[in-house]
């Protein structure tokens, strides 16, 4: 299977190149901003591209000519799309126009990263088919772009995840997990939100279940989440505690101390609908740092 991953140096597109070589397949993939220090392998073709530009979008995908397209590239920053609606509408927006476009003409299937974000829920349980309705710009992009995606004339799996974490490049944006191992180091306290809730995925966890659907033929909206739905301050303590820091470093705030542009909602994905699926697991928050210590050991306090 020939895939190409459009924001293949970020975060998820980058841990997903990995895992789609290691299984055989042929990768091509798109960079914008985030500017790979390293090739991740010689057999994986990367492009600068900016989805803003239709034709650069169009030539780079029909010239690959894959078999699917997984579009990752986005304008992910929550506070910074409130304060530049209109570049977040160019890139999440327009973007995906570009990408939905030109997959039409080649028919490529196309896998859409969206988020939690699209849902205004403050703790509730919500499935794949709860009604979307975005507190915050940047969620409201989010709706267009799935639109765009889901009404469009191809098979396609729109993948809705939340707080993705794992080891992350020096080029990438930090994850929560390593923001606050990097404060626990300094050893000063620091406040974390009590009000902000999330059910984190495990990146490797959220790839290969993306992986296996793929492979499985399967369509649809599926949320790639973690099981858990832990709150901010909750899952600092837990991630100072794993590697090996004094939780008491935390100090517990609310969000309302703090000036901040956007709101953000508390969504509670489930994601029974993968599990029952693909008969697969995604991993909670102990395991998942129970993992990230098993690969960088020397990550732990004392180590």
């Not at 974390?192 to 999330?198: E, I, T, Y």
């Not at 369509?219 to 090996?244: N, Q």
């Amino acid at each position: 299977m020939h895939v190409l991953v459009t924001g293949g140096s970020g975060l998820i597109g980058w841990d997903l190149i990995r895992r789609l070589l290691s299984d055989g397949h042929e990768v091509t993939y798109t960079y914008h901003t985030n500017v790979p220090l390293s090739r991740i392998n010689v057999n994986a073709k990367p492009f600068r591209v900016d989805i803003r530009d239709e034709q650069r979008v169009t030539e780079v995908i029909s010239r690959s000519d894959p078999e699917v397209v997984v579009h990752a590239a986005a304008m992910t920053d929550v506070d910074e799309c409130e304060r530049t609606p209109a570049k977040a509408e160019e890139v999440n927006v327009k973007g995906t126009r570009n990408v939905v476009k030109a997959c039409e003409e080649i028919g490529a299937t196309v896998v859409f990263f969206s988020t939690s974000f699209v849902f205004d829920s403050d703790g509730d349980r919500v499935t794949e088919d709860s009604q979307r309705r975005a507190v915050n710009y940047y969620g409201r992009t989010k709706i267009k772009a799935e639109d765009l995606v889901s009404n469009a004339p191809f098979d396609s799996i729109i993948c809705r995840i939340d707080q993705p974490y794992c080891w992350s490049e020096m080029w990438q944006t930090p994850t929560f997990v390593t923001w606050v191992l990097d404060r626990c180091v300094d050893g000063t306290p620091f406040p974390v939100f009590s009000d902000w809730h999330n059910t984190p995925v495990y990146v490797p966890d959220c790839n290969d279940a993306l992986i296996a659907l793929l492979e499985a033929g399967k369509t649809g909206v599926f949320h790639l989440s973690g099981p858990d739905y832990v709150s901010r301050d909750e899952w600092a303590k837990e991630i100072a505690w794993m590697f090996g820091y004094d939780p008491g470093l935390i100090e517990t705030s609310s969000s309302s101390d703090a000036d901040l542009p956007a709101a953000r909602p508390s969504v509670n994905l489930q994601n029974k609908a993968i599990c029952q699926t693909l008969d697969v697991s995604l991993r909670g928050v102990f395991s998942g740092l129970k993992r990230m210590v098993e690969r960088r050991p020397s990550a732990v306090k004392g180590r």
